[in-house]
């Protein structure tokens, strides 16, 4: 048995899981995932990801005897005079036939990727823009029915090394502010918090520099980075 990459064992996974490959194959994962608990746990994982091919996708067998009339018709030619050595052609038909069953699988996966991130892309319920003292924009807000916030940087703030940048929000006009969570390395991030009512219009954002590590007192204690009130996006 050769030596498996993981990229490779990973492609192999996928057919057996798709159905694309050969018995020989299907035993070679089966006797791995046997032995190894790891390839056990990626043969699952796989099967969890394609389980929604199975639930929704109607079986669509080749016609009865497909390949055999392919054969048929290459001998048929090389009869009629044709020049199409039948050996060649079966030899290359091989390597065809595995490519074509590769990019099949190729294109399923490409379409459970791309539908699962899909599904996931909500559009945001409140959208805002932070200013920093001079009205300059530092931050986009985009926050969802359920507060997950992506919070994208439109300039690195200047924060000292021993400090980070907090983003805060409050959902109640006139209650405290609530962290949403730490900016951490100073990049962009998606933020998520639970327990808070959805957010709305005009609800204020806000970015501080504090302490490592976040406020002491979880109530923005440092200077204002950016700030803004929320409006709903025409979508």
Known sequence: MSVLTDRSLDTLIDEVV????????????????DSDPEVAKRLEQAR?????????????????????????????????????PLAEARARRIPWRSTALGAIAATLLMAVVLGTTLMSERDPLVVA??????????ALIESGVDNTTRVTLLERPDVPADQVMQVWTKPDEDGPPVSLGL?????????????????????????????????????????ILGVGLAKEPVI
């Open 48 to 84: 969890q990801t394609f389980a929604p091919l199975d639930d929704t996708a109607e079986v669509l067998p080749l016609p009865e005897g497909f390949w055999e009339r392919i054969d048929a018709r290459l001998e048929a030619s090389e009869a009629g005079g044709t020049v199409i």
């Open 18 to 33: 798709l159905g694309l490959a050969s018995d020989a194959d299907i035993a070679r994962v089966e006797a791995l995932a």
């Open 129 to 138: 823009v932070l200013l920093d003292a001079g009205g300059e924009p530092v």
């Open 183 to 223: 900016l951490t390395g100073g990049r962009s991030r998606t933020l998520t918090i639970e327990g808070l009512p959805a957010p709305n219009s005009r609800q204020l954002y806000e970015i501080t520099a504090e302490p490592a590590g976040g406020s002491p007192t979880n109530l923005p204690t440092g200077p």
